[in-house]
């Protein structure tokens, strides 16, 4: 009995032999059967990888798509603002120019050479307040200024031209202006002891004028004539002169502390603050290209008669510059920067952790990366630029972290993406506070943020097997 106990528990025994024997014999090396699957399984997964990163470049270019959008969005408010900044000024008054005063005469045959005599020395003094206007949600900034004109005219010999014969009792004093709607009281003008009021008329050269006779004839040759004007006057956007005196003086102070001095002669002196500025001109005869005696303005000639009042003006723009726009576009400059960095991150990302992110996931971390230029664009037109970026910054990295967290369960790399976004971002704001060193900081800081990614790439094994 116990014999046969034996021989039945070696049953089972001797056919698994016979079972190994037989596999041995069909199945000489049992390695090489396993080889070809591992070798297929590794040209499958590295076609994915391949497959995966070129989705990944795909989109990076679509996303070129919105962004060229949101640099249009940006136009278009920009464009919206300046139309609400030019309602203001047709409802309060225009750029202002002040051209004069001069003496006219006419010419008795025809008005083609009509002389306008020059002042010998002209000053010019006044002090601009400055005030912002709400249109909607944009400001339009108007001032209104004091300005006390002094000077004299000195009578000099008359030129002579063919068919002209001037008549010196029709002699007029003319001082232009661009906008008569910023004249708050009645102009007198003062000349040696004698009080004129002027009245506003239309001049075939120097266009709307203020004018008042002036007894040209009871004067000689070499003779000289003081005069003073005080003119209080609104505006929009700018106030200019033009150096019409052989000797020409202006002072200007304001409460506007982003003044913008313009045109073909700069303050010999200035001093710019947060409480405003104070600048002033001096601009002689040498300096310009017309003599004390003209009968063309506006480009209709060329010669010292002749006075181009757009390349000879000066002055200031007291308009404060709209630089959430500006900025804003230089900000969207960098978006694809952006996305193709932080697409990296987050391939490395996935690699590492083994987790499959798809295209879509992809998609929608870009689309956050472009929201945040449009919420850049909403919260600068309310609040200052500053506190602006800074909420969409964190808007946008608490967002896109908190997305990583989910798909990839677990919190520090997230974080680590979140830290690798602010330091981006924190680039950025830098760049668009500089001006003059922007080319060459960007560049060094893109050239570490790349050594920092190649380095991390370093790290990744991207084929597993070997």
Same mark, same amino acid.
């Given at each position: 009995?116990?014999?046969?106990?034996?021989?039945?528990?070696?049953?089972?025994?001797?056919?698994?032999?016979?079972?190994?024997?037989? +596999?041995?014999?069909?199945?000489?090396?049992?390695?090489?059967?396993?080889?070809?699957? &591992?070798?297929?399984?590794?040209?499958?997964? !590295?076609?994915?990888?391949?497959?995966?990163?070129?989705?990944?470049?795909?989109?990076?270019? *679509?996303?070129?798509?919105?962004?060229?959008?949101?640099?249009?969005?940006?136009?278009?408010?920009?464009?919206?603002?300046?139309?609400?900044?030019?309602?203001?000024?047709?409802?309060?008054?225009?750029?202002?120019?002040?051209?004069?005063?001069?003496?006219?005469?006419?010419?008795?045959?025809?008005?083609?050479?009509? #002389?306008?005599?020059?002042?010998?020395?002209?000053?010019?003094?006044?002090?601009?307040?400055?005030?912002?206007?709400?249109?909607?949600?944009?400001?339009?900034?108007?001032?209104?200024?004091? /300005?006390?004109?002094?000077?004299?005219?000195?009578?000099?010999?008359?030129?002579?031209?063919?068919?002209?014969?001037?008549?010196?009792?029709?002699?007029?004093?003319?001082?232009?202006?661009?906008?008569?709607?910023?004249?708050?009281?009645?102009?007198? #003008?003062?000349?040696?002891?004698?009080?004129?009021?002027?009245?506003? !008329?239309?001049?075939?050269?120097?266009?709307?004028?203020?004018?008042?006779?002036?007894?040209?004839?009871?004067?000689?040759?070499?003779?000289?004539?003081?005069?003073?004007?005080?003119?209080?006057?609104?505006?929009?956007?700018? /106030?200019?002169?033009?150096? /019409?005196?052989?000797?020409?003086?202006?002072? $200007?102070?304001? !409460?506007?502390?982003?003044?913008?001095?313009?045109?073909?002669?700069?303050?010999?002196?200035?001093?710019?603050?947060?409480?405003?500025?104070?600048?002033?001109?001096?601009?002689?005869?040498?300096?310009?290209?017309?003599?004390?005696?003209?009968?063309?303005?506006?480009?209709?000639?060329?010669?010292?008669?002749?006075?181009?009042?757009?390349?000879?003006?000066?002055?200031?723009?007291?308009?404060?510059?709209?630089?959430?726009? &500006?900025?804003?576009?230089?900000?969207?400059?960098?978006?694809?920067?952006?996305?193709?960095?932080? +697409?990296?991150?987050?391939?490395?990302?996935?690699?590492?952790?083994?987790?499959?992110?798809?295209?879509?996931?992809?998609?929608?971390?870009?689309?956050? $990366? #472009? *929201?945040?230029?449009?919420?850049? /664009?909403?919260?600068?037109?309310?609040?200052?630029? $500053?506190?602006?970026?800074?909420?969409?910054?964190?808007?946008?990295?608490?967002?896109?972290?908190?997305?990583?967290?989910?798909?990839?369960?677990?919190?520090?790399?997230?974080?680590?993406?979140?830290?690798? #976004?602010?330091?981006?971002?924190?680039?950025?704001?830098?760049?668009?506070?500089?001006?003059?060193?922007?080319?060459?900081?960007?560049?060094?800081?893109?050239?570490?943020?790349?050594?920092?990614?190649?380095?991390?790439?370093?790290?990744?094994?991207?084929?597993?097997?070997?």
């Amino acid at each position: 009995m116990q014999k046969e106990m034996e021989n039945a528990a070696m049953e089972p025994q001797e056919a698994q032999m016979k079972n190994e024997t037989i +596999f041995s014999a069909i199945n000489p090396v049992g390695e090489q059967k396993n080889a070809a699957p &591992q070798n297929g399984q590794r040209k499958i997964r !590295n076609n994915r990888l391949l497959l995966k990163l070129g989705i990944i470049g795909l989109l990076s270019v *679509l996303l070129l798509i919105p962004q060229q959008f949101i640099l249009r969005l940006i136009n278009e408010r920009y464009e919206t603002s300046s139309k609400a900044e030019t309602e203001v000024s047709q409802l309060w008054s225009r750029a202002q120019q002040i051209t004069g005063p001069v003496i006219h005469i006419p010419n008795k045959n025809n008005h083609e050479n009509d #002389l306008y005599l020059l002042p010998e020395d002209l000053h010019i003094k006044g002090n601009v307040t400055t005030e912002n206007r709400h249109r909607g949600i944009f400001d339009a900034t108007v001032y209104s200024a004091d /300005l006390d004109i002094e000077g004299s005219f000195t009578l000099l010999e008359m030129p002579v031209f063919e068919n002209t014969e001037y008549d010196t009792a029709k002699a007029e004093v003319l001082i232009a202006l661009n906008d008569f709607r910023g004249l708050t009281e009645n102009i007198t #003008l003062r000349l040696d002891e004698e009080t004129y009021a002027m009245k506003s !008329n239309q001049d075939g050269q120097m266009g709307s004028v203020l004018c008042c006779p002036v007894p040209l004839s009871e004067m000689q040759v070499g003779q000289s004539v003081k005069f003073s004007v005080k003119m209080p006057i609104k505006g929009s956007e700018s /106030l200019t002169f033009l150096p /019409l005196g052989n000797s020409t003086e202006v002072e $200007l102070t304001s !409460n506007c502390a982003s003044p913008s001095f313009q045109g073909n002669y700069l303050p010999v002196t200035r001093t710019v603050s947060d409480k405003g500025f104070s600048a002033s001109w001096k601009i002689l005869a040498i300096n310009r290209d017309f003599s004390q005696m003209v009968t063309k303005w506006n480009k209709r000639g060329s010669g010292p008669y002749c006075v181009n009042t757009k390349e000879n003006a000066f002055g200031v723009t007291l308009k404060v510059p709209v630089l959430q726009y &500006q900025q804003t576009t230089r900000s969207v400059k960098y978006a694809y920067l952006f996305i193709l960095m932080t +697409f990296a991150i987050v391939f490395f990302l996935e690699y590492r952790h083994l987790t499959p992110i798809h295209p879509v996931q992809y998609l929608l971390i870009g689309i956050a $990366l #472009l *929201l945040f230029y449009t919420l850049l /664009l909403s919260f600068s037109e309310h609040i200052p630029f $500053l506190w602006s970026y800074l909420i969409a910054t964190l808007m946008t990295i608490v967002l896109i972290t908190g997305y990583l967290a989910g798909i990839l369960k677990t919190k520090k790399t997230p974080i680590i993406t979140g830290s690798f #976004l602010l330091t981006l971002y924190v680039f950025m704001y830098v760049l668009l506070q500089m001006e003059t060193y922007t080319l060459l900081v960007g560049s060094i800081g893109i050239f570490i943020i790349l050594a920092v990614l190649m380095y991390a790439s370093q790290k990744v094994k991207w084929y597993k097997d070997k």
